[in-house]
């Protein structure tokens, strides 16, 4: 009986400390990936970027950030204002954030509640379905600045053959960019989103 108390004793100490490295380490991602999110929250303030802005939803919450993007030249959606949040995971930048516009956005990679498909935000490594290259998917390196440039290239040049959104696609593919539905691509959106 007591050589079976202290095996369960050993093995609970050796689940605590692998609790407690696993505890360390996620601390320690969370304390980097926040440097790293101020950082590049004080970059953008510093150094504007043409084609968005960006800053914090709560000043108390540097994992959630508000951006509007302003529609790209000669696009469908020149002249829109777009708002859109980005959800920055504890262990950024090892995951990418997720990605979801508040404004009504009619687009092939954006699905109808707003969620951005874009490779660049997909989990890092190989494509369990085999469209999509390692290179092509999250990497460590990519910043709010490169996710949101990325995000305005893919408004003016849509992946139609992975839509996210099939209707839009299918509107996209037959309508192209002669394409003017009110509502839809190339309406002016207010920076207010859906409470315009």
Same mark, same amino acid.
């Given at each position: 009986? +007591?050589? +079976? =108390? ?14 407690? =490295? ?55 959606? &020149?002249?829109?204002?777009?708002? +859109? ?46 469209? &999509? ?53 190339? &309406? ?7 409470? +315009?």
């Amino acid at each position: 009986m +007591a050589n +079976a =108390q202290v095996l369960h004793a050993k093995g609970l100490c050796h689940s605590l400390v692998i609790c407690n =490295q696993y505890v360390t380490q996620s601390i320690m991602a969370e304390g980097q990936s926040t440097l790293l999110l101020r950082k590049q929250l004080a970059d953008l303030k510093k150094n504007p970027v043409e084609g968005f802005s960006a800053g914090l939803i709560d000043d108390d919450d540097i994992y959630k950030w508000e951006v509007l993007i302003i529609g790209p030249p000669d696009t469908l959606y &020149e002249g829109g204002f777009f708002k +859109a949040h980005l959800y920055f995971p504890k262990d950024y930048p090892q995951k990418p954030p997720k990605m979801k516009f508040i404004s009504d956005v009619w687009h092939p990679n954006i699905e109808k509640n707003g969620d951005v498909c874009i490779s660049i935000l997909h989990e890092p490594g190989d494509d369990k379905w085999g469209y &999509e290259k390692a290179n092509e998917r999250w990497l460590p390196i990519h910043t709010v600045e490169t996710i949101l440039i990325s995000v305005i290239s893919m408004l003016a040049d849509p992946n139609d053959e992975s839509p996210a959104n099939v209707d839009a696609a299918s509107e996209w593919l037959t309508c192209g960019s002669s394409l003017s539905a009110p509502g839809k691509f190339g &309406e002016e959106q207010s920076a207010a989103g859906d409470d +315009a």
